[in-house]
């Protein structure tokens, strides 16, 4: 093989031998409430009733289909981006990520240190970028020890932290052979020797797999980069693929190929990415490999070629399930669009994705549930003027509703109505008020809004409370008023309505001042001292 273009430098500040890096998945945010008919699954959804998908007795293909069928081909697009989650500083995100996660849908991040403070970033070379974590050795170490015990031994160490710390997925490892010295990605390898590179990413993939099999106990390991292309044109091709064969064998779940192009072989002159005889025909029909093929990074955007769909297509053409460094959704959402690629071949690498997750628990139901029950439990019932709630009954009302989604809400089984003269009732969502600088205490555009609400049909307000907030007002004229401390639509719609039985039991955990000026007369340090508050702790 011959090296065609520049490698990407991808070091992360939380450095494994094998060039390590560590990437975040999360569950793709379904929502819980929608009415459908489809497949082998039939039913209508009034609530926080276990879907299908959620449901772990199901098979994991089942539950993949479930899902899959509920998806959006926007949020089917963002599974298949994988790109750089830049931290800022304190524990925050840099500028840009919410974009990605809320605006584009990606879930699959690759993690990355501060860009801030760049003399805090260990060269690239140097293996100490581990800072908290376990300090060993490059892979050129273990190469050097060759104890394939204390690889495997290693490798599960590694696994039990990244799990502690959230991480599902590695970049690693790197099983390239070290064949021509002037390759710059040497330090990432386990050196010249194609078998003993082959015993040691056994024991490495074993060590992440865990002593269970893959499963909830496992971190996915994407093994890199097939097929061993990269170190110089005259390499022996055979020897290269020794030791993607032994970690096929032993259970690597994903693969990521190279950017190189194959030179005087049978297969397609074009790089291993965009190649569909190797990763549809070598790496999948001759060695048996089924799992997800992730791209190196940058493959659409580092280098426009007669458009950036055309690379997009090609590399989707070829077998590849998810594209690394990139975020370009609209490409994806494009093809589909113009019937160049299929929804029915994205639902492929999608399905892959997604199975993944499931094996992994990622997003486990069980933990869902219980922040779901914890979300309900911590409402806050201030008011109940006449005992309006729990409400009935939503088939015979119509509801005025702000700052909650419609269409969202109407998959409850809501008739949502969009003038206060058509409604019965009022469901109101607020955030607690502020003093903002320069500026006043209330927002009189908004106070008019919620007078006009108050006056025209019964109201029940939900308050976010990330602070005691001085709210008189709402306590005086909300037919209910509730306390949420975070809390999704469903959580609330569940107290509202005593689905399930759910029952506001939370109390309040600070007093509900007054007024500003009763604030700004009590005094900061002392608790329990606010002058005649609205309502008192607990």
């Known amino acids: 093989m011959a090296n065609q273009r520049r490698s990407l430098s991808k070091r992360t500040a939380l450095a494994a031998f094998f060039f390590a890096s560590a990437t975040m998945i999360t569950a793709v945010n379904i929502p819980a409430s929608s009415s459908i008919h489809h497949g082998r699954f039939a039913f209508r959804s009034t609530g926080t009733v276990d879907l299908p998908y959620r449901d772990a007795s199901l098979s994991v293909d089942e539950r993949v289909e479930d899902i899959l069928q509920r998806m959006t081909i926007e949020e089917k697009a963002g599974q298949l981006f994988q790109n750089i989650l830049t931290m800022g500083a304190n524990g925050t995100f840099a500028n840009g990520i919410e974009n990605s996660v809320v605006?584009?849908?990606?879930?699959?991040?690759?993690?990355?240190?501060?860009?801030?403070?760049?003399?805090?970033?260990?060269?690239?070379?140097?293996?100490?970028?581990?800072?908290?974590?376990?300090?060993?050795?490059?892979?050129?170490?273990?190469?050097?020890?060759?104890?394939?015990?204390?690889?495997?031994?290693?490798?599960?160490?590694?696994?039990?932290?990244?799990?502690?710390?959230?991480?599902?997925?590695?970049?690693?490892?790197?099983?390239?052979?070290?064949?021509?010295?002037?390759?710059?990605?040497?330090?990432?390898?386990?050196?010249?020797?194609?078998?003993?590179?082959?015993?040691?990413?056994?024991?490495?993939?074993?060590?992440?797999?865990?002593?269970?099999?893959?499963?909830?106990?496992?971190?996915?390991?994407?093994?890199?980069?097939?097929?061993?292309?990269?170190?110089?044109?005259?390499?022996?091709?055979?020897?290269?693929?020794?030791?993607?064969?032994?970690?096929?064998?032993?259970?690597?779940?994903?693969?990521?190929?190279?950017?190189?192009?194959?030179?005087?072989?049978?297969?397609?002159?074009?790089?291993?990415?965009?190649?569909?005889?190797?990763?549809?025909?070598?790496?999948?029909?001759?060695?048996?490999?089924?799992?997800?093929?992730?791209?190196?990074?940058?493959?659409?955007?580092?280098?426009?070629?007669?458009?950036?769909?055309?690379?997009?297509?090609?590399?989707?053409?070829?077998?590849?399930?998810?594209?690394?460094?990139?975020?370009?959704?609209?490409?994806?959402?494009?093809?589909?669009?113009?019937?160049?690629?299929?929804?029915?071949?994205?639902?492929?690498?999608?399905?892959?994705?997604?199975?993944?997750?499931?094996?992994?628990?990622v997003g486990k139901a069980d933990f869902v549930r219980q922040g779901a029950?914890?979300?309900?439990?911590?409402?806050?019932?201030?008011?109940?003027?006449?005992?309006?709630?729990?409400?009935?009954?939503?088939?015979?009302?119509?509801?005025?509703?702000?700052?909650?989604?419609?269409?969202?809400?109407?998959?409850?089984?809501?008739?949502?109505?969009?003038?206060?003269a058509e409604a019965d009732m009022a469901l109101v969502r607020l955030q607690a008020p502020y003093v903002p600088r320069p500026g006043d205490f209330e927002n009189v555009t908004e106070q008019a809004l919620q007078v006009a609400i108050y006056q025209a049909v019964p109201k029940v307000v939900d308050m976010y409370l990330d602070r005691p907030a001085a709210i008189p007002e709402a306590a005086e004229q909300a037919k209910a008023l509730m306390a949420n401390y975070g809390a999704s639509t469903d959580a609330f719609l569940d107290i509202v309505f005593a689905t399930n039985g759910s029952k506001p039991l939370g109390r309040l955990p600070f007093d509900l001042p007054r007024s500003m000026a009763a604030v700004e007369a009590s005094k900061e340090d002392v608790p329990f001292d606010t002058e005649n508050p609205v309502f008192r702790y607990g």
């Open 373 to 420: 029950e914890a979300q309900r439990k911590a409402y806050t019932l201030l008011t109940n003027n006449d005992n309006v709630l729990p409400l009935k009954s939503a088939k015979h009302s119509k509801f005025y509703i702000e700052s909650f989604n419609k269409t969202y809400m109407e998959s409850r089984n809501l008739r949502v109505v969009d003038t206060l």
């Open 103 to 361: 605006g584009k849908l990606m879930t699959h991040f690759n993690l990355a240190g501060t860009v801030d403070n760049t003399r805090l970033h260990e060269q690239r070379w140097n293996c100490f970028t581990a800072n908290s974590f376990s300090q060993r050795p490059e892979s050129l170490g273990p190469a050097a020890i060759r104890d394939a015990k204390l690889v495997h031994s290693f490798a599960d160490i590694v696994r039990q932290k990244y799990m502690a710390i959230g991480l599902r997925s590695s970049l690693h490892p790197q099983i390239n052979l070290a064949t021509e010295p002037r390759w710059v990605r040497i330090s990432g390898t386990v050196g010249v020797c194609a078998n003993l590179t082959a015993e040691l990413v056994v024991s490495y993939i074993k060590g992440f797999t865990g002593p269970d099999g893959f499963g909830p106990n496992s971190v996915t390991t994407v093994t890199k980069h097939f097929p061993g292309s990269g170190p110089g044109k005259n390499t022996t091709y055979p020897i290269h693929l020794i030791p993607f064969k032994a970690a096929i064998a032993t259970g690597t779940r994903q693969m990521m190929p190279y950017n190189s192009r194959p030179i005087g072989t049978k297969y397609e002159e074009v790089a291993s990415e965009f190649n569909k005889d190797i990763i549809n025909g070598l790496l999948k029909e001759e060695l048996g490999f089924q799992g997800i093929v992730v791209s190196d990074w940058g493959l659409i955007t580092d280098a426009v070629i007669r458009g950036q769909d055309m690379p997009a297509q090609k590399i989707l053409n070829a077998g590849v399930d998810q594209l690394g460094g990139e975020q370009r959704i609209d490409l994806i959402l494009e093809l589909v669009q113009k019937d160049i690629v299929s929804e029915a071949r994205i639902d492929v690498s999608v399905g892959k994705l997604l199975h993944e997750k499931f094996l992994l628990l």
